[in-house]
């Protein structure tokens, strides 16, 4: 072989390589920092890009794409010097590939370390019971502070999400126990407050009870009064009728002979009829003379005059 024809053959196979490495194809979201004599030229963007070789150069290469990292558990020490292993996943995205590239030498490295920090520092202000009960708190809290200080390093933080918090065991034992303890707690609080709530109740029904057991007497009460006040009216009535009757019928001629001769009987009558009642009497002295008796009862009627009499 001839030395042209080697050396043909050399020309073209560095001219290939070189061809090679001056074409550069760029997956789509994917972004490539080119450096040109050691300094920063361009971004290729994604497809088909034209570079001069040995001139340019692809020092970095990054993905566009929404990307999840671990961050590894750590001790952090709460408010009350309790230590907790705390650890999450961080979901970042590189936005600036310039920024990424010379703004840190490594970005999610830089943002792993910096998550960790803000949580330590975010959990040593507040409680045990306080960290566990906000970490929607502390997510906010850490994606917000990283947000601006990835801001220098091209990286916009998406989201953090806390994975597992681990108290040591003594201290969930001791969290058992104080669940369990206000567990019976709210349950004596309930049971004391139903016992409370049936007393109230008893005594309400028995109260309304009273009430309604006086208001029964006072009505039965009322109801007898109204009717022994109406039967006295009545039997009043009934006796001015009988006197008007009998008033009236006094005033026709022999009326009062009738009447003398009536209220006589009446009067031996009713001496007789305490005869027969009690064995032990006391009478007046002249009891024997029926016509001294009958006299007294005509007396009596004759005391009586009728209205419009002259005396």
């Known amino acids: 072989m001839s030395v042209s024809l080697v050396f043909a053959i050399a020309l073209v196979v560095i001219a290939l390589t070189l061809i090679s490495r001056g074409l550069r194809i760029v997956p789509q979201q994917h972004a490539w920092v080119v450096e040109r ?3 920063f030229h361009r971004v290729l963007e994604p497809g088909l890009n034209l570079l001069i070789p040995i001139v340019d150069n692809v020092a970095y290469k990054f993905d566009l794409r929404e990307t999840p990292m671990d961050v590894e558990k750590q001790v952090c020490i709460t408010k009350d010097n309790t230590q907790i292993s705390i650890d999450g996943v961080l979901y970042l995205q590189i936005t600036d590939p310039k920024a990424a590239a010379y703004g840190t030498s490594d970005p999610l490295a830089s943002v792993e ?11 040593g202000k507040k409680q045990l019971d306080e960290v566990l009960s906000s970490r929607t708190e502390l997510n906010e809290s850490i994606v917000s502070e990283l947000d601006r200080a990835a801001l ?35 349950a004596l609080i309930a049971k004391s407050e139903g016992e409370k709530q049936q007393a109230i109740n008893v005594s309400e029904g028995e109260r309304q009870q009273q009430i309604n057991r006086a208001e ?18 009545t039997v009043a009535d009934a006796t001015a009728r009988a006197l008007a009757t009998v008033g009236a019928a006094l005033q026709q001629s022999g009326a009062q002979d009738a009447m003398k001769m009536q209220v006589a009987q009446d ?17 007046p002295s002249d009891m024997g003379d029926l016509s001294k008796i009958v006299g ?11 209205k419009g009499a002259a005396s």
């Open 152 to 186: 220098n390093w091209g990286v916009k933080v998406l989201r953090y999400e806390i994975r597992d918090i681990n108290p040591p065991q003594e201290v969930i034992r001791a969290m058992e126990l104080q669940i369990t303890a206000e567990r019976q707690k709210r």
């Open 37 to 39: 004599l050691g300094r």
């Open 267 to 283: 009067f031996i009558a009713q001496w007789g009829g305490i005869a027969k009642e009690s064995n032990v009497m006391i009478v």
């Open 113 to 123: 370390q910096l998550a960790q920090t803000i949580m330590r520092s975010d959990v």
């Open 296 to 306: 007294t009862a005509f007396k009596i009627v004759d005391g009586v005059k009728p």
């Open 216 to 233: 029964g007497t006072k009505r039965s009460k009322i109801l007898q009064a109204e009717g022994d006040a109406q039967a006295v009216t």
